[in-house]
């Protein structure tokens, strides 16, 4: 049971890695640098007269290689585990719609639904609609880069299918809330479930799930060859998007406060759908340039100050991991300075020995917990949660200024000012101070312009 008291304590804390596990490891590092040292030791001290040029050339290879050996053992050194409190991050904002937590906008990204096929997506966007966390705190922007008719049906029919499985997610508690990996799951799925109605919603859920999986297959069947004429839409109008370089842009909203409830009459996070503009001539086609562009959509239509980005196929396997990045961004003690949490990712399908290390384990559990105990991690392009104002850009406390002209100020008929050449550092300096100055004016004016849609 918590109380007032445990409310207003840190919401997170670092677990420094116990010494049993970390001094061995340390010693070993030790080891192999002393054994380095003496290997090149020898390698300078004895050189091959025969043939200097290949053994200076060797020799330089090596030492880059055992520096590059070195600063990757740098990072390793101190890492740390870090632990989240949702029960008092709760007890602080409280829960449901009255609740004080941030909203968050998240952003899936895709491109080419032949490659990455609709039905991964419409999974991924499944897991976020039904994340624990308040309803109208949630929304989903869906950037299909290749502006494909198909995408844009598929997300119609996602909308649908929501509309079922997210009150079903809700009610029974269900983990990973991603249909497709629930269903293929292998486990006792009675366990822990007391609801008597519960075997009969999950069988008619499967077999609405299946239905839902035959209308997307029907879509891609019916997307692998395009007509002559191009696309039409249902009113009989061209689909805007027919040529994926020279379009307008578009934007779809599914779900949200005025759109489709779910079957129990509950209201459902927003599912916006955006393809952003193409013209012939402009190297638009990346996945950066998508990101700024739901940026920017965010900004006008919900303006959270919180965003995470995933991959179309990367989904969420924890309904409360938004509640745990926000024990980090939404601590007072901590959040000011933090510009983004970084979500180890986390495999499907890899055999139990992983021979191939497909699950990225050193890279995830060690080297980024190691970045962790110097700074922070790095940002790996998808499953991390970022505070909107750090994107749009901070101005340093204090700009330091520019020198004063030193012409005679007491003279100025006889001894005219003279123009002071400015260096090439000052102007890059005058540069970045309009930069800076400019995304400030720029995150004022959208916040000035979104209050009606914060409140």
């Known amino acids: 049971k918590m109380t007032l008291t445990d409310a207003y304590e840190p919401l997170s804390r670092i677990i420094p890695i116990s010494k049993n596990k970390l001094t061995p490891y340390r010693a070993v590092i030790i080891m192999r640098l002393v054994v380095l040292g003496l290997f090149f030791h020898y390698r300078i001290t004895n050189p091959v007269d025969s043939a200097f040029g290949l053994w200076l050339t060797s020799v330089i290879c090596e030492i880059w290689f055992g520096f ?37 906008d998240f952003f899936v990204s895709t491109v080419d639904p032949l490659k990455e096929p609709p039905l991964i997506t419409a999974n991924t966007v499944l897991s976020i609609l039904a994340v624990d966390y308040p309803v109208e705190k949630i929304s989903c922007y869906v950037s299909d880069d290749g502006a494909a008719m198909l995408t844009f049906e598929s997300l119609a029919e996602t909308a649908e299918f929501a509309r079922r499985w997210v009150p079903f997610c809700k009610k029974f508690s269900i983990e990973p809330r991603t249909p497709e990996f629930y269903f293929s799951q292998k486990i006792d799925y009675l366990k822990d479930k007391i609801h008597p109605s519960f075997v009969k ?35 009989g109008t061209p689909w805007p998007g027919n040529n994926s370089r020279d379009h307008p842009g578009m934007i779809q909203v599914f779900l949200g406060e005025t759109g489709a409830r779910d079957y129990d009459g509950n209201e459902l996070p927003r599912l916006v759908y955006v393809s952003r503009e193409k013209r012939p001539g402009y190297q638009h086609h990346k996945k950066a340039g998508a990101m700024n562009a739901l940026v920017r959509v965010s900004a006008v239509l919900t303006n959270a100050p919180y965003i ?36 180890p990712q986390r495999f499907d399908g890899i055999d139990r020995s992983d021979r191939y290390a497909n699950r990225n384990v050193v890279f995830f559990d060690v080297n980024m917990k190691g970045l962790d105990g110097i700074q922070g991690p790095v940002y790996v392009g998808t499953g991390c949660c970022f505070y909107r104002q750090a994107l749009y850009g901070y101005g340093p406390p204090s700009l330091p200024a520019l020198p004063k002209s030193s012409a005679c100020s007491f003279c100025c008929c006889c001894c005219p000012k003279k123009k002071v050449e400015k260096t090439e550092k000052e102007m890059h300096r005058d540069s970045r101070r309009e930069d800076l100055e400019s995304a400030i004016f720029n995150l004022r004016e959208i916040d000035s312009k979104c209050t009606n849609y914060v409140e």
């Open 201 to 235: 919603e999950r069988r008619a859920m499967k077999r609405d799930y299946e239905e839902f999986k035959v209308r997307i297959n029907a879509l891609v069947a019916k997307a692998q060859k395009t007509p002559e004429e191009g696309w039409v839409m249902q009113d």
């Open 68 to 104: 590059s050996w070195i600063l990757d053992q740098f990072p390793k050194w101190c890492p740390v585990n870090r632990e989240t409190y949702v029960d008092r991050l709760i007890a602080r904002y409280g829960d449901g719609e009255d609740s004080g937590l941030a909203p968050v």
């Open 308 to 343: 995470l980005n995933l991959d179309c196929d990367h989904y969420v396997n924890n309904s409360k991991a938004v509640r745990e990045a926000m024990c980090f961004m939404m601590d007072p003690s901590v959040g000011r300075d933090v510009c983004y949490v970084q979500f």
